[in-house]
């Protein structure tokens, strides 16, 4: 039976009331009485000396407040870093300060040179054109190959522009070298995960406002981790205590990863508030978003798998050069190594694994995580392998998949991480059968007869989601722990006020949490609030990235909940002069086990406010609980995808003509909220294998700064989707039995989408092409291979 | 990417570099251009106006003549700051050698962009520095052939018709070289293409 309310029903999202409405509250909705505005004024060049920087004219502009360039920040720290790297020599990974404006040098072009506050926006903009700044042009280093094979420097501290070289499992080296020498058939692929731009619906802003009477300090910012920004930025850069900086996120339209990090921008209004004593605002216009946002994946790889006669794996190697933009955004070492290394058995039982990742600096905006960070260039590199193999050794890929599928659960692979469950022959079956499998040669025909090539791509998929184990995450070099916070406020007539760590930017937490915690206290979904995004309000938090919030943050509240009920448990075991142990919670009322007598929930919350009658001797009044909670691994969502295509081969232009995703996602609280997450991740993976794409030319200069270069998926790119979670393992370790769905869609779609491609144009002979898949790309392979398949 | 072409210019060798070195003639011949001052015999300095697809900005910059050959050639390059639209630099080695009807006057140009012009407009960039090695060599021709209406404002410069001896349109580098035309097999631009 459908549910209508608490945990497994399709609840509506109530957020979407105050964003369908126009009532959403962004950063850049606020303004602060006395606000000034700032403009950052911008390299645009790659790479480049300032030889001089005169200011002068910029300060005399009318409504010109204060100019700041890097001398105004001698003292305060750069932009912290929060994973360290040991390569595969023991040494510490390559760490260049990352200033908040440019010191000396520019290295990417949209690197921030000097920032001008005005009274308005129009003028910090117009005063920034007579900034007089000479920038002595340096060859860039832009493409990876050359960067690590004696290319200019980025930085003088990184010979070779060489971030670290780290290899996976290290012990592993040989064996696997000895496996692929000696096997049966190695199928071996060069590819490329292209670069892509996050491009969230809401630009970046930041507005920063100083407090002279009590020294407070408080920045709204566009972030996915209010919490995280005020530790990275009060503790590393600007020196400022926890208890005098409060930092707030309030609505944030959409992040994919992009806003996790902690930016320059956020630090300069802080800082620069204090300094002319006024609020600071920015806003990020779209094309600087282009230049200043993290962008993500850029990975260029190759791999090869060795198998024996029957197709069963023995050994996975791995080489990748991965790339870090010019300076280390926050998450960037650990996106290509514990984020992606870990990840390489996919859902197979491959007894031998090998990596080596090489993180190279170039003249380029910083990359960093992107909606599945790792794991998608770990599944694209691996679906992508195994499906050519199927085809170099003739076997059909699904069943090529089948014989190598882990079905024995716990499954610790041999790339460190431990699998606590799943069933991807059961994810097969659903999507082969959803898909409609057999029909698709009459499909095929059918298109053939109107003159398109038709394709039938599969792509499996495992993550590692739930992010993590803070001991775990430790000892692999993360500089924080990466548990959940939350606290359960019950207030006095029975209401509930949730004070979580996870930020909700487009998730739907407002609704989900809603839906567990009434479900556990048997009460009205509407009776329950949740808050976040504001560390005066919320205890603590780590926030919301690697589809973590409700199998961490979920399980926090509960962890709350829990007690919650405890201590009600207590106080209605007073109210009903009945031993605790005999009191049962159902359905919003505490009874007496085997007797009619009962208290209801309010009237103990009540009591807990009002303690005229009650236990002051053993508990204390209030009800309220926090909760810290640390996962005891990652989470395994999995699942399976089938995408179908036709290739037009007159234009080489790809229509993706269905979809199809069975994912295991362990328990589901709502179902359309995961349908959702899920047709937004497919929508992006699917912009990533047709057409998005980042381009720098030789120089350095970014090509794609607009949507007029930059293609994003519309909704007349997308096929109708057909998602069905129905193929459910629980996770075993976490209260809800939940593993996470935000990134999903965007891990398994594109290697599903590239398998299509190739399979349509497999009379062609052509085994790859790297993403983006775009008519001219597709064309130009097809053109290239028409007289090898016309002379078979 | 580079530019090249050539045009048959009705004087003397003598006069085509007198007039390639004075700086009126210069300033009048490089589209949008408002003002250009010698500061040496090698340096100038310049304010051009242009407009690259969206994007339209003022550059002020230095125009240096390098590897100066008297009445043979020289390299010309220019480098300008457009301020938020980002900058621009280019360079046209130029040289001269004698003709039955003149002096055959033969370019290889260059452009590249920088900033909001790149990320805007770099698609464009290929066809607008075209359009500027046609206009300004086109203009120059005009100028010192004297039979040029005074410099066009730059918007109508795009649509001048040189209406002067053999002219060859810019080619791609690496195209194959067309045979130098004849009077009566000259190339014309599309428009009088589509006039004649």
């Known amino acids: 039976m459908t549910k209508i309310t608490g945990i497994g029903a399709s609840s509506k999202r109530r957020e979407d009331k105050r964003f369908l409405t126009g009532k959403g509250r962004y950063v850049d909705d606020m303004n602060r009485p006395g606000q000034a505005h700032v403009h950052f004024l911008r390299s645009d060049m790659a790479h480049g000396r300032i030889v001089s920087l005169d200011v002068s004219a910029a300060e005399a502009a009318p409504g010109v407040i204060k100019v700041f360039t890097a001398k105004d920040f001698e003292g305060v720290g750069g932009i912290p870093c929060g994973w360290l790297i040991t390569d595969r020599h023991g040494q510490p990974m390559k760490e260049p300060k990352h200033p908040i404006l440019a010191e000396g040098k520019v290295r990417h072009v949209g690197d921030p040179i000097v920032a001008v506050v005005a009274e308005t926006r129009a003028q910090a903009k117009d005063a920034a054109e007579l900034v007089e700044l000479e920038l002595e042009e340096l060859p860039a280093a832009i493409d990876m190959r050359a960067a690590v094979a004696g290319g200019p420097q980025v930085h003088d501290e990184a010979p070779d522009n060489l971030c670290y070289d780290w290899d996976f499992p290290a012990e592993s080296k040989d064996a696997v070298d000895e496996a692929i020498r000696n096997a049966h058939h190695v199928t071996v692929l060069e590819l490329r995960n292209n670069r892509l731009v996050a491009n969230p619906m809401e630009p970046r802003a930041a507005l920063g406002e100083y407090d002279d009477a009590d020294d407070m300090h408080t920045l709204w910012t566009t972030s996915q981790n209010p919490h995280v920004i005020r530790l990275l930025m009060g503790a590393f850069v600007l020196g400022l205590p926890e208890h005098k900086l409060r930092v707030v996120a309030p609505d944030v339209g959409g992040g994919f990863g992009s806003k996790i990090y902690h930016y320059a921008e956020e630090a300069f209004v802080t800082f620069a508030a204090k300094v002319v004593n006024r609020p600071v605002k920015w806003t990020s216009d779209r094309a600087e978003a282009f230049m200043s946002d993290a962008h993500g994946r850029d990975h260029v790889c190759k791999v090869e798998l060795a198998m024996d006669a029957e197709g069963h794996f023995l050994a996975l190697r791995s080489t990748t050069l991965a790339n870090m933009g010019a300076y280390l955004s926050t998450f960037a070492p650990c996106i290509p190594t514990w984020l992606h290394g870990t990840l390489l058995a996919g859902n197979y039982k491959t007894p031998l694994i090998f990596t080596n990742v090489r993180a190279v600096f170039t003249n380029t905006v910083p990359v960093d995580a992107y909606r599945g960070a790792g794991r998608p260039e770990a599944t694209y590199l691996i679906e992508r392998v195994v499906d050519k193999a199927a085809r170099e050794i003739g076997m059909d890929p699904a069943e090529l998949r089948r014989r190598n599928f882990i079905t024995q659960f716990p499954y610790q692979t041999p790339v460190a991480v431990e699998y606590d469950s799943g069933d991807y022959n059961a994810t097969l079956d659903k999507v082969l059968q959803v898909a409609d499998r057999a029909g698709f040669e009459a499909r095929r025909a059918e298109s053939a007869a109107r003159g398109k090539l038709r394709g039938f791509g599969l792509a499996h998929y495992i993550e590692a989601c739930g992010i993590a184990p803070s001991s775990l995450v430790g000892a692999l070099g993360a500089r924080a722990g990466l548990y959940e916070a939350a606290t359960v406020r019950v207030n006095p007539t029975g209401s509930v006020s949730v004070f979580t760590g996870s930020h909700s930017h487009g998730q739907g937490h407002e609704t989900t949490f809603a839906q567990v915690v009434a479900d556990r206290l048997g009460i009205e979904e509407g009776a329950v609030d949740i808050v976040h995004g504001d560390t005066s309000k919320v205890p603590f938090g780590m926030g919301t990235y690697g589809s973590r919030s409700l199998a961490v943050g979920g399980s926090a509240i509960v962890k709350s909940v829990d007690k919650i009920v405890a201590k009600a448990k207590k106080i209605a075991a007073h109210l009903l002069e009945a031993s605790e142990a005999d009191i049962a919670f159902e359905d919003g009322k505490f009874s007496v086990s085997g007797t009619d007598r009962s208290v209801a929930w309010a009237e103990v919350c009540l009591a807990a406010y009002v303690p005229h009658n009650y236990p002051l001797d053993a508990i204390e009044p209030g009800l309220e609980e926090t909760s810290f909670y640390d996962p005891a691994n990652f989470t395994y969502p999995s699942g399976a995808y089938v995408c179908e295509v036709e290739v037009d081969p007159d234009t080489g232009k790809v229509q993706v003509m269905s979809f199809a995703a069975a994912d295991d996602f362990g328990n589901v609280v709502n179902p359309m909220i995961v349908e959702g997450q899920v047709h937004g991740g497919l929508a992006q993976g699917i912009g990533q294998a047709l057409m998005e794409g980042c381009v720098y030319d030789e120089s350095g200069q970014l090509l794609t700064a607009s949507y007029m270069d930059y293609a994003m998926p519309l909704a007349r790119d997308l096929p109708s989707f057909t998602v069905d979670n129905s193929a459910c393992t629980p996770c075993t370790h976490n209260p809800l039995g939940v593993k996470g769905c935000g990134e999903a869609g965007a891990i398994g779609s594109p290697p599903a989408l590239v398998n299509a491609v190739l399979d349509a144009l497999s009379p062609y002979g052509i085994a790859h092409l790297d993403m983006p898949l775009t008519p001219s790309k597709v064309w130009e392979a097809i053109d290239a291979a028409r007289p090898a398949a016309a002379a078979e | ?196």
């Not at chain 2, 085509?16 to 009126?24: G, R």
């Not at chain 2, 370019?107 to 805007?120: C, D, F, I, N, P």
């Not at chain 2, 410099?151 to 791609?172: K, T």
Request: glycine share 10%; with cysteine; net charge negative.
């Open chain 2, 1 to 196: 990417m580079e530019l090249t072409g050539e045009r048959i210019i009705r004087a003397d060798r003598a006069t085509v570099w007198a007039a390639l070195n004075d700086p009126e003639v210069l300033r009048a011949c490089i589209p949008g251009c408002e003002r250009l001052e010698k500061l040496s015999e090698t340096e100038m300095e310049a304010e051009v106006t242009q407009k690259v697809g969206p994007v339209k900005a003022k550059f002020k910059g230095n125009v240096t003549l390098e590897d100066v050959r008297p009445a043979e050639g020289y390299l010309l390059s220019g480098e300008g700051k457009g301020g938020a639209a980002g900058f621009a630099k280019g360079g046209a080695r130029v040289a001269l050698e004698d003709h039955p009807d003149g002096t055959r006057l033969t370019y290889t140009a260059e452009a590249r962009v920088g900033g909001k012009l790149a990320q805007l407009g770099s698609r464009l960039i290929d066809g607008f520095a075209r359009k500027m090695a046609d206009e300004f060599f086109a203009l120059f021709q005009a100028q010192v052939e004297g039979a040029a209406p005074p410099p066009p404002a730059r918007d109508e410069a795009a649509w001048a018709l040189p209406d002067a001896a053999p002219a060859r349109e810019p080619e791609m580098a690496g195209a194959t070289p067309a045979p130098a035309p004849a009077p009566d097999r000259e190339k014309k631009g599309w428009l009088r293409r589509l006039l004649s």
